[in-house]
Antibody, heavy 119, light 108 residues
Framework: QVQLQESGPGLVKPSQTLSLTCTVSGGSISSGPYYWSWVRQPAGKGLEWIGRIYFSGSTDYNPSLKSRVTISIDTSKNQFSLKLSSVTASDTAVYFC???????????WGQGTLVTVSS | SSELTQDPAVSVALGQTVRITCQGD??????GSWYQQRPGQAPVLVMFGYNKRPSGIPDRFSGSSSGNIASLTISGAQAEDEADYYCKSWDSSSNHALFGGGTKVTVL
């Protein structure tokens, strides 16, 4: 049973870059055919897909965030990461890392981590 | 358009049946998937493909799809089914996933 765990600062200042890492255990991040993704959820609101990465490094991003998002992968550490630049208060949310299988179904999720953007 | 539309809320009497729908053009090409999210918890996959349930999901959950509408049905709703439910699909025109706005299911 694969497990995912998000880590990173819980507080980021406006205009700075949000950085989170997801550590995968119980399975290799290099094993296809899975993608590794990020999803966020502002308090009291719905889920928003941010983007995903394949072990090869191939990425797909939400067009609404694409200009500010970078997702990378480190297969040696079994981790993947999210960077979101130029953050504002509207980027305050719980951020989930997750595994996507075929058909973009998300079959494993981290517990989520709250990131607050505030000075 | 690149959107998935869900009713914001539905209610169902204990033991009765409720159907949640999700509408969007991307569903004409992809079956989509459904997620249950209880307060303070991560989402859980409850349905994918054409009526496929992950292991551990009760068989009172079923799925269907027709045209641009996907549906999740809970037959014999239980108190523990009270949660938010989200549909998800893939937009192949711009290669990104999208979630519906979510449906809050209340079991009376």
């Amino acid at each position: 049973q694969v497990q995912l765990q998000e880590s990173g600062p819980g507080l980021v200042k406006p205009s700075q870059t949000l950085s989170l890492t997801c550590t995968v255990s119980g399975g290799s991040i290099s094993s296809g055919p899975y993608y590794w993704s990020w999803v966020r959820q502002p308090a009291g609101k719905g889920l928003e897909w941010i983007g995903r990465i394949y072990f090869s490094g191939s990425t797909d991003y939400n067009p609404s965030l694409k200009s500010r998002v970078t997702i990378s992968i480190d297969t040696s550490k079994n981790q993947f990461s999210l960077k979101l630049s130029s953050v504002t208060a509207s980027d305050t949310a719980v951020y989930f890392c997750a595994r996507e299988g075929s058909g973009s179904r998300t079959d494993s999720w981290g517990q989520g981590t709250l990131v607050t953007v505030s000075s | 358009s690149s959107e998935l539309t869900q009713d914001p809320a539905v209610s169902v009497a204990l033991g009765q049946t409720v159907r949640i729908t999700c509408q969007g053009d991307s569903l004409r090409s992809y079956y989509g998937s459904w997620y249950q999210q209880r307060p303070g918890q991560a989402p859980v996959l409850v349905m994918f493909g054409y009526n496929k349930r992950p292991s551990g999901i009760p068989d009172r959950f079923s799925g269907s799809s027709s045209g641009n509408i996907a549906s999740l049905t809970i037959s014999g709703a239980q108190a523990e089914d009270e949660a938010d439910y989200y549909c998800k699909s893939w937009d192949s025109s711009s290669n990104h996933a999208l979630f519906g706005g979510g449906t809050k299911v209340t079991v009376l």
